[in-house]
């Protein structure tokens, strides 16, 4: 059974940066499977905001996030990572991190999470986020 679990979360003025970090087990990361992060804010769906191609390194990013989040991943230690610059407040939200097949899906799926993998959905506690003004 595949567990996630994210951390690295906190609270940030605006312009801050954080690192959020997951690991998860019953999954093998050398076994290629693209991970994704996600998040949810207050009152509102969750989205997908990046996805790491596991096999080929390449990356995708929602467009609120694109030029300052960068999502990244350390094989040997089965570690996936978000790096977060210039936080504003509209990016205080729970934050979670999820395998989402062999490949990304198409950024638009991305946040929408409409992602045709079987195993997609499982989720872990999540980190939490606050950006204040």
């Known amino acids: 059974q595949v567990q996630v679990e994210e951390s690295g979360g906190g609270l940030v003025q605006a312009g801050g940066s954080l690192r959020l970090s997951c690991t998860a087990s019953?999954?093998?990361?050398?076994?290629?499977?693209?991970m994704g992060w996600f998040r949810q804010a207050p009152g509102k769906e969750r989205e997908g905001v990046s996805c790491?191609?596991?096999?080929?390194?390449?990356?995708y990013y929602a467009g609120s996030v694109k030029g300052r989040f960068i999502i990244s991943r350390d094989n040997a230690k089965t570690t996936l990572y978000l790096q977060m610059n210039n936080l504003q407040p509209e990016d205080t939200a729970m934050y979670y991190c999820?395998?989402?097949?062999?490949?990304?899906?198409?950024?638009?799926?991305?946040?929408?999470?409409?992602?045709?993998?079987?195993?997609?959905?499982?989720w872990g506690r999540g980190t939490q986020v606050t950006v204040s003004s």
């Open positions: 999820a395998p989402v097949g062999k490949v990304c899906p198409r950024v638009p799926n991305l946040q929408a999470l409409r992602i045709s993998w079987s195993g997609f959905g499982h």
């Open positions: 019953g999954l093998r990361f050398d076994d290629y499977y693209s």
């Open positions: 790491i191609s596991w096999r080929d390194g390449l990356t």
